[in-house]
């Protein structure tokens, strides 16, 4: 059974590679990894371009970049 049901990922991979790249990464970082992992050169690459809520985007800029939350 298809992890991402509510998407032709062989389609979307297809019709626009890039946006599907990015979708991907949203996927398994807001979704979960299912047993995968996520490509660190792929994730600093869309990193302007993906979306993930604030609490997950200051954890992963500390473990990318060493940047330390501001309180």
């Given at each position: 059974?298809?992890?991402?049901?509510?998407?032709?990922?062989?389609?979307?991979?297809?019709?626009?590679?890039?946006?599907?790249?990015i979708?991907?990464?949203?996927?398994?970082?807001?979704y979960?990894?299912?047993?995968?992992?996520?490509?660190?050169?792929e994730?600093?690459?869309?990193?302007?371009?993906?979306?993930?809520?604030?609490?997950?985007?200051?954890?992963?800029?500390?473990?990318?970049?060493n940047?330390?939350?501001?309180?």
């Amino acid at each position: 059974m298809p992890y991402n049901w509510s998407i032709d990922e062989k389609k979307f991979k297809k019709e626009d590679p890039k946006a599907y790249k990015i979708w991907r990464i949203q996927q398994m970082i807001n979704y979960g990894l299912a047993g995968e992992k996520l490509d660190e050169k792929e994730v600093r690459k869309y990193w302007k371009k993906l979306f993930m809520d604030e609490p997950t985007r200051k954890f992963l800029e500390l473990l990318l970049w060493n940047k330390r939350p501001k309180f």
